[in-house]
């Protein structure tokens, strides 16, 4: 890997973190057009650039992090499940790193998004939560919950939560909203671990630190820009077109690499 594919896969990532759309599938299926060996070096490289597309959204929602306590301990309760079944699986979950995985999880993902809202659509939800500060600590446990089955490439992160928000009765602004912060812990938690336990790459080569830094900052710069024009398309549209991508882009990679 060098400095070309880290951008490419840094634009990737940025693009799609924040997406329904899986960040991690994608970078998986873009290293593989690109001819890149699922190494434990790309795998390693796959997750810590994550670290800045989190940043980006630090950036963006600094004011309601800073003053907001309440948020915090919400974060706390949806990130407890997450952090304990990803240490116990860690070895596994690296397992399934592979285009296969991730174009069925986006197909399957993509049928569950399109169902559930054709549902909302036919059964509109009632009192509908409006804002951040109304999500509840169920609410925020069970968003929380749902990333565990984010740690199979191609299910998408944030895909993932967003579907259980709407579940939970969220709007589909504030189901976003809360994905990306939930992020935070999420991924902070998972980049420095990932990290730790693969600290011989950097030692190794001291090239790879500076690709894993210029993938990072390509990620922060794209994702500042994705996530504004996301926020400002799921406030006035559902998540179908999403759910058609993903079916898509999941069928297509199947038929390239059967």
């Given at each position: 890997?060098d400095f070309?594919?880290?951008?490419?896969?840094?634009?990737v990532?940025?693009?799609?973190?924040?997406?329904?759309?899986?960040?991690?599938?994608?970078?998986?299926?873009?290293?593989?057009?690109?001819?890149?060996?699922?190494?434990?070096?790309?795998?390693?490289?796959?997750?810590v650039?994550?670290?800045?597309?989190?940043?980006?959204?630090?950036?963006?929602?600094?004011?309601?992090?800073?003053q907001?306590?309440?948020?915090?301990i919400?974060?706390?309760?949806?990130?407890?499940?997450?952090?304990?079944?990803?240490?116990?699986?860690?070895?596994?979950?690296?397992?399934?790193?592979?285009?296969?995985?991730v174009?069925?999880?986006?197909?399957?993902?993509?049928?569950?998004?399109?169902?559930?809202?054709?549902?909302?659509?036919?059964?509109?939800?009632?009192?509908?939560?409006?804002?951040?500060?109304?999500?509840?600590?169920?609410?925020?446990?069970?968003?929380?919950?749902?990333?565990?089955?984010?740690?199979?490439?191609?299910?998408?992160?944030?895909?993932?939560?967003?579907?259980?928000?709407?579940?939970?009765?969220?709007?589909?602004?504030?189901?976003?909203?809360?994905?990306?912060?939930?992020?935070?812990?999420?991924?902070?938690?998972?980049?420095?671990?990932?990290?730790?336990?693969?600290?011989?790459?950097?030692?190794?080569?001291?090239?790879?630190a500076?690709?894993?830094?210029?993938?990072?900052?390509?990620?922060?710069?794209v994702?500042?820009?994705?996530?504004k024009?996301?926020?400002?398309?799921?406030?006035?549209?559902?998540?179908?077109?999403f759910?058609?991508?993903?079916?898509?882009?999941?069928?297509?990679?199947?038929i390239?690499?059967?």
């Open positions: 890997m070309l594919h880290a951008i490419i896969l840094g634009v990532e940025g693009l799609t973190e924040f997406l329904p759309v899986s960040s991690t599938g994608h970078m998986i299926l873009t290293s593989e057009l690109l001819g890149l060996e699922q190494t434990n070096t790309l795998k390693c490289f796959e997750v650039i994550q670290l800045g597309s989190i940043l980006a959204v630090v950036f963006m929602f600094f004011d309601k992090l800073r907001d306590i309440n948020l915090w919400k974060l706390a309760v949806g990130f407890v499940p997450t952090a304990a079944i990803g240490f116990l699986l860690y070895k596994h979950i690296k397992a399934l790193f592979n285009p296969s995985t174009a069925y999880m986006l197909i399957i993902g993509g049928i569950v998004f399109i169902a559930i809202e054709l549902l909302r659509r036919k059964k509109p939800v009632q009192n509908e939560v409006a804002t951040l500060d109304d999500i509840s600590f169920k609410q925020a446990f069970i968003v929380g919950f749902s990333q565990c089955f984010a740690m199979i490439p191609g299910t998408s992160r944030s895909g993932a939560t967003i579907i259980a928000g709407l579940l939970c009765g969220l709007s589909r602004k504030v189901a976003a909203e809360f994905s990306f912060l939930l992020a935070i812990p999420t991924m902070f938690a998972a980049t420095f671990y990932d990290a730790y336990k693969n600290i011989d790459i950097f030692k190794e080569n001291l090239n790879h500076f690709i894993f830094l210029l993938g990072g900052a390509v990620a922060f710069v994702a500042l820009l994705a996530v024009l996301f926020i400002k398309f799921v406030s006035k549209f559902d998540y179908i077109p759910g058609i991508y993903r079916i898509a882009v999941g069928l297509l990679f199947l390239c690499i059967l």
